[in-house]
């Protein structure tokens, strides 16, 4: 049985639990509260080496990162969620857009409002007058412009006809992009490629 380290109103947990769900693979979920900090131990960190979940442990394998996870977890249960090499490239871009470019962004700036400036600065590890708001909402709008942009051209953001790993690594912060403060409608294409991945069987909402 698969064990996922999780907490619910992680956008970086959402991916997983959603790839699980979608590739129908069952698992136990092991609630780490990290917003209370109990994710700072030395058991913890055995098992995720930057103590942060999500973390994933198959078998005698523990796997840290939801990006990591998404691609053991397709390459072991569900190699079709994988691009063919024509693609793989454009799919890996993608995934790195996720763990930086919106990692960078959305996901520190929707943390402010969920949890407020200061307690977003101790996570982040910065002190409140250094928190740069205004920066994340720039960079925000320039990441969601750019996948705007692909998705008018492709369905997914790898391209081809079926989505990829790609997709649910992007989809876990853009799912959340009203918790930032964010007009989706700017993003028409964007918007288009959300309702697509919510009608995937076997899809679930965050927070579920
Ligand atoms: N690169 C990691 C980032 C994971 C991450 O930022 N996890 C946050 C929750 S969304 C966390 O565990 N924060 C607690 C901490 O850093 O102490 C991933 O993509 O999974």
């Known amino acids: 049985m698969l064990t ?6 992680s956008g970086n947990c959402y991916k997983v639990r959603l790839f699980l769900a979608l590739i129908g693979q069952d698992y136990q979920s092991c609630f ?10 030395e058991a913890f960190e055995r098992i995720s080496a930057f103590q942060q979940v999500p973390a994933l442990v198959d078998g005698g394998l523990s796997i840290w990162d939801s990006h990591a996870i ?14 063919p090499p024509p693609r793989l490239g454009a799919m890996h871009a993608w995934i790195s857009v996720s763990a930086n470019e919106i990692a960078n962004s959305l996901q520190p700036l929707r943390l402010t409002h969920v949890v407020g400036n200061a307690e977003a600065a101790h996570h982040l590890g910065v002190s409140e007058s250094l928190l740069d708001v205004p920066g994340m909402e720039r960079r925000t709008a320039r990441v969601l412009g750019r996948m705007d942009k692909r998705l008018a051209q492709t369905r997914w953001l790898a391209g081809g006809d079926v989505p990829t790993v790609a997709d649910i690594a992007c ?27 919510q009608q995937l069987p076997g899809y679930v909402p965050p927070g579920s």
């Open 4 to 9: 996922l380290y999780d907490h619910p109103r």
């Open 32 to 41: 780490v509260d990290v917003l209370a900090r109990k994710n700072q131990t």
């Open 70 to 83: 998404l691609l053991h977890l397709a390459h072991q249960y569900a190699p079709q969620w994988l691009a």
């Open 171 to 197: 989809y876990g912060y853009a799912a959340l992009a009203e918790e930032a403060a964010i007009d989706i409608t700017a993003y028409p294409a964007l918007a288009a490629w959300r309702q697509r991945i």
